[in-house]
């Protein structure tokens, strides 16, 4: 035996499983086709949010939440549907599911806070969901963010592995391709693979898939936390459901380029179960990266909810297609209408007071006053006036930006960015003088209008996310800014169906001994526990209990 487990994969997910095995005492052996500086995986890179219900910092932000409003908040977002026959796509991750939000619940944080993870005060409200009591979105803020923001959840997990490397209690195989499992009598016993030439590229950064030599590991069990597809814009347009249209004809990337589904296919071949593959989630307000790490480097804008979302023809988008509400609900508003299948782009239409308080951007490099530990920079930043300094960076070197004085010269700009001029200055103007018409009074018939104000209710988007209701041509909150948004490849919500320890499912449903799934790979557990939509906060929260769950089974078993 090479190792007790062998984790294929140096992401969270992977790492909190070795965490949990390296405590009980046993030996480890994590494999990664990538170098060291990427262990972590997208984690690193992310803004770092968690789902967190009834916790210390929203009650100081007068927010009230339960356990039962969070799981009514989850089934109405999953709509889990494929629960009949032999063996239902949704069974274990319906049962998964409700394990996760009760672990967010009770003791998530706690646990979270004994690893190293601290939070700031800052709780979003994020997904606010489709307008319905009992569908999709969150019904209150819940979207924690930690001090470190990606890195301060991957770091803590990533020293530990280090740390243990140092005891000889884990052993990395970095620049090792898994290829393919290692069968015995019908148990899985090991991997086999490529050793591919060694290369620093930075973290992000594509590295070669140069072949030096191949090689075969066996242990007693094996886990795959190797991720998604959204780096592989092949797979997911293989994927692509009927139910979101037809796929863009271009696409930007939010997740480096190795996230590349491959194991997803090994496991497959191999005769592991995979459910609920045409499940997943792409964000609609991305932003090409001026400065890119990896190829077709996106970010994505979190938005505040007073931007006003136009199509690619220049009409405003109907509920649920609003800012911070509904990230599906949009794409399918966006992929199915007739006339917009030919384009790739929306655009938000916004002024200077607007980006300033409201916009904040995806990504640990783009926070910095969080990223940081800054506290000062924090208050400066979410408190002060005028935009970050990422943002007005994007705004300079943006190719994405249009900034002008008058609605005329923003739309004449804004046509200056597509093949052809695609709208009309006279319908764009009557419907911001529309909108602008329905801030006079503190109520409105306007969805988005009505929502600005319930969002300036709740303390911690009064202070830090919602600008006063304004008009968005009023001169003394100009200049006039203009973004144009692309989709933006993300996550799998499905993946291999595991039972509630992480064991994996053989096609004809049984369970295989000795593999185990943690993870994006496993559909954040059970091959879908976010069932059709996700509420936010919950993918990195989904790697952690999912690698926890795995590391603390196996420990138990072996």
Sequence with gaps: MDADVIIIGGGLAGLVASNELVRAGKRVAILDQENGANLGGQAFWSLGGLFLVDTPMQRRLRVKDSFELAWQDWQGSAQWDRLNGEHPEDEWAQQWGRAYVEFAAGEKRPWLQEQGVKFTPLVGWAERGDGRAGGHGN??????????????????????????????????????????LVFDGGTVTGVRGTILAPDDAPRGVASNRDKVGEFELRAQAVVIATGGIGGNHKEVRRWWPDRLGTPPRTMITGVPQHVDGRMLGIADDAGVRLVNRDRMWHYTEGIRNWNPIWPDHAIRILPGPSSLWFDALGRRLPAPGLPGYDTLGTLKLLRTTPDLQQHSHSWFILNQRIIGKEFALSGSEQNPDVTNRDRKLLLRTRLGRGASAPIEAFKDHGADFVIADNLAGLVSGMNGLTEEPLLDYGQVQRQVLDRDAEITNPYSKDAQV?????????????????????????PAAGPLIAVKLHIVTRKTLGGIQTDLTGQAFAKDGSLIPGLYAAGEAAGFGGGGAHGYNALEGTFLGGCIFTGRTVGRSLAGRL
């Excluded at 930690?146 to 490397?165: C, L, N, Q, V």
């Excluded at 009505?450 to 009023?474: M, Q």
């Design 139 to 180: 019904s209150v803020p819940r979207f924690h963010v930690p001090w470190g923001t990606g890195t301060g959840i991957s770091e803590p997990f990533a020293d530990k592995a280090r740390a243990a490397a140092g005891t000889g209690r884990v052993r990395f195989h970095f620049r090792h391709r898994v290829d393919g």
């Design 450 to 474: 009505t929502g600005i104000h319930n969002s300036r209710r709740y303390l911690g988007d009064r202070l830090f996310r919602t600008v006063k209701p304004h008009r968005i041509l009023d």
